[in-house]
């Protein structure tokens, strides 16, 4: 009995580490599901890989009361609206359900606590390796999208070991941030929101390295994702002189520094050059002793598990919107990989929906390929008649 139930699961191990799918798609976040409900849509035998224990993993990262900046009639995936008030803002928990309702209507195959450890390329086809567990597929979909490795300065470690410190994606709520002087660092959209929440607790200050552009939630009563689509420069490809202008400087939406001071008290500082003990120091020679620090600071891609050679020499993914130069191997969810939008749960759909034209178009390539090897050769009179005068 022992030995007939052993050899059952070896047999399924076995089944299991020789698994073939058409598309194995990496990350399921929304840009996994994404393309995930296009390849549904096509017939394709398909598997969407979560690293994490839950769909849509990096929005429970975020802090507990962040708000969109894009309404609810601009935050939905292909298929399905965002539910509530069309003009309102989700929250991060509104974000997450709708997420998880998305896979669940749709019935998507994600695989929960699957983390993929490598991706390489073997006889014409892809081999994803998992822990005890070896996928095959025909082409695959990087879906990551941009927040993978949070990014935090070397100069973190010298300050001294009583300082709280945390990225962003460590911060929840301002209760868990002691009590004193807290300098958040980044000038971006996520350190202006973190700042404003802390300074109804704590004495806040925020250094800014790069400025950025502020542009109102709201103008002439309309929602500033309105104007962006309406006008059409939500789509300005990344090919385009303005797209090309507007992806060197990202925007800061529903912010600006005379906010910030005037109305929530928050002093700005440069950028960040230096640190010792419980000093910080900026680029115009100040200085500021901390009790804690909230690095804003963004992320870095993390693609060492991906054998195949994509990036080009600033680390970046070399790619055309989301095509390699890799046959059958693409990317989704990067930033500016198309549009502004390309990066925003909103537009996502658009590259998604490119990509599934471009696997579908491979696989009726391979398909095509394929019938002509196994299809016996054709004798034609033609041929018949060389063949004759040869002998």
Known sequence: MQETELAKQANGSAERSHERFDVAVVGGGQAGLAIGYFLAR??????????????GAAWRTRWDSLLLFTPRRYSALAGLAFPGDPDGYPTRDDVI?????????????????????????????????LDGRRLEADQVVVATGPFQAPSVPALAG??????????S???????NVPEGTVLVVGGGNTGYQIAKELSATHQVHLAVGTRQKPL?????????????TNTGLIRKTVDSRLGRRLQQRDTLIGSS?????????IDLKPRVVAASGRTIRFA?????DVDAVIWATGYRSEYSWLEPSVLGPDGRVQHRRGVTEVPG??????????TRGSALIGWVKDDAEFIAAEIAAAQKERAFESDALESPAVRTPQSAAAEGSTR
């Open 42 to 55: 096509q017939g394709r035998r398909f598997v969407i890989l979560e690293a994490a224990d839950s769909i």
């Open 97 to 129: 359900a709708y997420l998880e309702q998305y896979a669940t209507t749709f019935d998507l195959p994600v695989e929960l606590d699957s983390a993929v450890r490598s991706v390489a390329v073997a006889d014409g086809k892809f081999v994803v390796e």
């Open 158 to 167: 010298e300050l001294a070991p009583e300082i709280f410190q945390t990225h």
């Open 169 to 175: 994606t460590g911060y929840m709520r301002p209760s």
């Open 216 to 228: 109102p939630q709201r103008v002439l009563g309309r929602d500033l994702f309105w104007w962006l």
């Open 257 to 265: 520094p005379r906010q910030l001071r005037r109305r929530y008290a």
């Open 284 to 288: 115009d020679a100040s200085e500021l």
């Open 329 to 338: 191997l693409y990317f989704l969810g990067l930033t500016w990989q198309h």
